[in-house]
């Protein structure tokens, strides 16, 4: 069974992931863009699995669109990312970033466990929402935007989640589906659906 962590517990990894951002604006000065960290990190409903530690999820959004002339365009501005994180993070204990399909996974391990990892996208602002950076193949040799679902309403649906028995259905469909990630979706992805299904109980 996983349980949620310590707010207090938290902070020495954000603290160190702005550290790592503010090494990678002295990077990367080409391009405009912020960061934030969203999902369950933002909103202290992280949970820790026993032997993968707990995640944090961070999206650094390009204040303009971006509209790339080719996928290896992608493909290159996301390794750039990610070879920066690499110079910053490992030096500080933490493995290579994994190139996942559309994160930048960052852990930090500890003998045959994870401690905690950091998960970061990259989003593009478009009219209709926000799109993502993504591989569409398994060799990962082909990149495009792909829109984020659920990315404009969610933060509407979350602000109607008020008082303490709403909290408590929320965080106990959480952690129902973090203890049950068959799919291995990611901890946003899970936060978005149970936010859904607890506004669907108004």
């Known amino acids: 069974m996983m349980n949620y962590v310590n707010k207090k517990e938290l902070q020495p990894y954000k603290d160190l992931f702005n ?28 949970i820790e699995h026993h032997n993968k530690g707990f995640d944090l999820d961070y999206q650094i959004i390009f204040c303009e669109s971006i509209q790339p002339k080719s ?17 910053f993070f490992v030096n500080k204990g933490y493995n290579y970033a994994d190139d996942s399909t559309s994160a930048i996974t960052i852990k930090y391990p500890d003998d045959s466990k994870i401690i905690n990892s950091y998960d970061v996208v990259l989003l593009s602002p478009e009219n209709d929402g926000y799109y993502v950076f993504k591989y569409q193949n398994e ?61 669907d109980t108004l």
């Not at 790592?20 to 992280?46: P, T, W």
């Not at 408590?168 to 946003?188: A, G, T, V």
């Open 139 to 199: 060799e990962k040799t082909i990149m495009s935007l792909a829109k984020v679902k659920n990315s404009l309403g969610f933060q509407k649906n979350y602000k109607k989640i008020k008082g303490n028995d709403m909290w408590s259905l929320l965080r106990e469909k959480y952690r129902f589906k973090k203890n049950n990630n068959i799919k291995q979706k990611k901890s946003f992805s899970l936060l978005i659906e149970a936010v859904n299904e607890t506004i």
């Open 19 to 46: 550290e790592g951002m503010i090494f990678m604006h002295e990077k990367i000065d080409e391009y405009k863009y912020n960061y934030r960290l969203v999902g369950s990190a933002k909103r202290n409903l992280v």
């Open 71 to 87: 996928s290896r365009e992608l493909i290159e501005i996301k390794n750039r990312f990610r070879n920066i994180f690499n110079e």
